[in-house]
């Protein structure tokens, strides 16, 4: 009988710690031990880490002391009790870096990272471990961990063109993604509606191209405009300040300059960028009734949307964008320069006689081959930098360039497609991915439109089933986009990513084995505390999904 008792009692504690482990996203494996026990953190607790983690040890203290007020003292010298030990283990191996073992136990914390990139990803872990309620004690459960990240490209991407934010809130942005251990930032920086990055050479494309005279209000075209100058610029030393923000957090900053398409904001800057430098902007705008300001000459658009007024392929131009790639390639140490692609109209090309007579002298049979003349004459160029060049899926038509690497937006078709070419892909569809649509049905605010539930991101495969053999090699991962069209502030764009994006993080870290929507779902409610301790805003539409279905989480 005493037995049965004690053994009833080990399972109660066993379960009690597990409760504890609500780690997102999910480990490849959890082991707690059958007696379970519980290791404290204090303001008396020392970290230990040398030259090579001292940046884990940093980020940690800097958590503390952000959420729970206090921080603790770091040595480089070992400490045998009541600490949190930081190294890394070369040993360690994994195909995709960033592998990392972790062990607590009555003497306190052990991580031991592949690289520093596996401490700091373990350090995310211990931090999901600590408890949700503010304290000077913070008990965490003994716990063995193993783990190590699926994908090698695991990505969130922000507009910044439609609506500009400050640089306190990008970071911020950069720290979710931190937190959830996705290591690639994508920072749309040029649209239609704004041009955001300084460029020295050109001053106009911030003093003109970053603002504009209002905005439509309602859904696209609108209903009217709010009459209001909108817009904004990072300046050069900006930049470098995020990028090295986010190098501390091992995430990679990946900035996206648009062309041939999505120019406006350029060339109303300057005109000669287009093929019809005097023709007027308003021409192009749908509804004339809700433009704001000036209606002559060149402008930065008011609406969202595709508009034909794109860069013309002339020698001009082209000088144009190598002095700007000349600007933004030196901020960015990551290989990656995304060139857009998207949605170029070939429309003005069509009518065009300058584009019409290069067409007949670079032998292209149609304005899809000559757009890919247009790739791959920046992507020679960017590559002549020690760069890859990426661009969204339309930049598949009329030929791919060498050595691009492809963002499969519309669908998984392109991404098939470039990986079946020997090419690498990130897929980003919108049917899993796109967190600028919808949570809820029906919309409880404005948003571009589509339906995207928190359990369809959560259960997307980025390998798709056409690629099981040795082309799935070339998918390196995936990307949420951000699309800021009717999101005006960075409450609504944390509302839209959360809880979405812990539901991305999981597609993309762990295993396909151990991934499972109902354990998912028991973890969440934890991670829900945890936006309350970031002070991020969220959508508790998963709540009343539980409830439909008669499950109270």
Not at 131 to 137: C, D, G, L, M, R
Request: net charge neutral; aromatic share 12%.
């Amino acid at each position: 009988m005493l037995k049965k008792v004690l053994y009833l009692l080990s399972f109660l504690v066993t379960n009690v710690c597990m409760a504890q482990v609500n780690i997102i996203p999910q480990p490849e494996s959890v082991t707690i031990p059958s007696n379970g026990g519980t290791f404290a953190i204090t303001p008396a607790t020392i970290i230990v880490a040398n030259g090579v983690t001292k940046n884990s040890a940093d980020f940690l203290n800097d958590y503390l002391k952000e959420v729970y007020g206090f921080t603790l003292k770091t040595t480089d010298k070992k400490t045998a009790t009541n600490a949190i030990n930081l190294t890394v283990i070369t040993p360690i191996r994994a195909t995709v870096e960033g592998a990392y073992d972790m062990d607590i136990n009555s003497n306190g914390v052990n991580v031991r990272g592949q690289n520093a990139a596996g401490t700091f990803y373990g350090i995310q872990s211990l931090i999901q471990l600590l408890p949700v309620e503010k304290s000077t004690s913070l008990a965490i459960p003994y716990v063995s961990i193993h783990d190590k990240p699926r994908f090698q490209y695991r990505g969130l991407m922000l507009d910044c063109g439609r609506h500009f934010f400050p640089v306190s809130f990008v970071k911020k942005y950069i720290d979710f993604i931190t937190l959830h251990k996705m290591n690639y930032f994508h920072w749309h920086l040029t649209e239609d509606q704004g041009w955001r990055i300084e460029i020295k050479r050109y001053p106009l494309l911030t003093d003109k191209g970053a603002f504009r005279n209002g905005t439509i209000i309602g859904h696209h075209p609108g209903v009217g405009n709010d009459h209001n100058i909108s817009g904004g610029f990072y300046t050069q030393d900006q930049v470098k300040e995020i990028v090295a923000y986010a190098a501390k957090r091992y995430i990679t900053v990946v900035p996206e300059i648009e062309m041939p398409g999505h120019a406006s904001a350029a060339i109303a800057a300057y005109p000669e960028l287009s093929c019809f430098p005097d023709e007027p902007t308003v021409k192009y705008f749908p509804k004339k009734g809700t433009w704001a300001g000036d209606s002559t000459g060149k402008q930065v658009q008011q609406a969202w949307g595709v508009y034909d007024d794109i860069y013309v392929p002339s020698e001009n131009t082209f000088k144009f964008l190598e002095n700007v790639l000349d600007e933004v390639i030196p901020l960015f140490p990551g290989k990656y320069i995304h060139i857009g692609g998207d949605e170029a109209p070939k429309e003005n090309w069509k009518r065009s006689a300058f584009c019409q007579q290069l067409m007949k002298e670079k032998g292209l049979k149609d304005e899809h081959e000559l757009q890919s003349y247009f790739v791959q004459r920046i992507e020679k160029y960017i590559n002549s930098k020690g760069k890859t060049m990426i661009g969204w899926d339309e930049i598949l038509e009329g030929g791919l360039a060498p050595n691009a690497t492809v963002m499969s937006w519309r669908g998984e078709k392109g991404g098939i497609a470039a990986a079946q070419q020997k090419h690498n892909v990130i897929m980003t569809p919108t049917t899993y991915v796109y967190f600028d649509y919808s949570q809820s049905k029906p919309e409880d605010s404005l948003t571009i439109g589509g339906y995207l539930p928190l359990k369809t991101v959560y259960n997307y495969e980025p390998i798709p089933t056409e690629l099981q053999n040795s082309d799935s090699s070339y998918i390196l991962g995936a990307q949420a986009n951000v699309w800021t069209e009717y999101m005006t502030n960075q409450q609504k764009v944390e509302y839209m990513i959360f809880p979405r994006l812990s539901a991305l993080s999981e597609v993309l870290w762990s295993s396909k084995a151990s991934k499972n929507w109902d354990d998912f779902a028991k973890r969440l409610p934890t991670q829900f505390k945890r936006y309350n301790l970031w002070n991020a805003d969220c959508s508790k539409q998963f709540f009343e999904d539980m409830k439909s279905t008669g499950i109270n989480k």
